[in-house]
């Protein structure tokens, strides 16, 4: 790891501790994301995945420990920085999609984008380009309760992206989907790590889609280890 520059890591965590009451989540854990690869971390449910995804993603704060996203250290920023470090640099999926149910497609790929102050036109252009890209172009006027689960989820794929960010972190973004629903969905997460340049942390407790990854890690007992 040592011949890397530390500009090609995008996250950086070192020996985060976390716990809730008397149950001890993560025990010390360093973990490093490399720009532009796309790293699984899978275990079983209740394992502490979600929480070092959360941890890494500045949604949560651990007991000791420090990240760095795109060399930037989060600890002591305020809620400010750190929403504005959010929006900047991370793009977010979740298992349910939480899209809101009475906008469009478009409006809701468009959302993030409007909530940082872009013009409308600027916003729809880039969400019309992102629906284009992830072919939904022909459901962009349909609301969330119109579309299948798996447009849905491509929907919140599009949102993830509007703003940009260097990182996408997915939590068992095909946790809801069928089978067939939820390789096409892991294809196009690995697509687009390969032609959009972004890294992408995914968290979930498929082995056979987390071997798309460029790399797998498994929690278990609060310890992260690296598969082969």
Not at 94 to 119: C, D, R, W, Y
């Amino acid at each position: 790891m040592s011949e890397h520059n530390s500009s090609e890591w995008v996250i950086e965590a070192e020996s985060l501790f976390r716990r809730f009451g008397a149950l001890e989540v993560l025990k010390g854990i360093s973990l490093r994301v490399e720009k532009g690869k796309m790293v699984a971390i899978v275990g079983k449910s209740g394992s502490g995945k979600s929480t070092l995804l959360h941890i890494l993603g500045t949604l949560d704060t651990p007991d000791s420990g420090s990240v760095r996203v795109c060399n930037t250290h989060v600890s002591g920023l305020s809620g400010k920085a750190l929403s504005a470090l959010r929006s900047r640099h991370l793009g977010f999926v979740f298992q349910f999609h939480h899209l809101l149910p009475e906008f469009t497609a478009l409006e809701n790929v468009a959302m993030p984008a409007l909530i940082l102050g872009k013009s409308k036109r600027e916003a729809f252009a880039r969400a019309e380009e992102l629906l284009g890209y992830l072919k939904l172009d022909n459901r962009s006027t349909h609301k969330p309760g119109q579309l299948s689960g798996g447009e849905q989820q491509r929907v919140a794929i599009g949102r993830a992206l509007m703003n940009e960010p260097d990182i996408i972190m997915a939590d068992e973004p095909s946790g809801n989907l069928d089978t067939e629903t939820s390789v096409q969905v892991h294809q196009l997460l690995r697509q687009i790590t390969t032609e959009m340049g972004k890294s992408l942390i995914i968290v979930t407790h498929n082995k056979e889609l987390a071997s798309l990854s460029d790399q797998v890690y498994e929690m278990k007992d609060g310890i992260l280890t690296s598969q082969a």
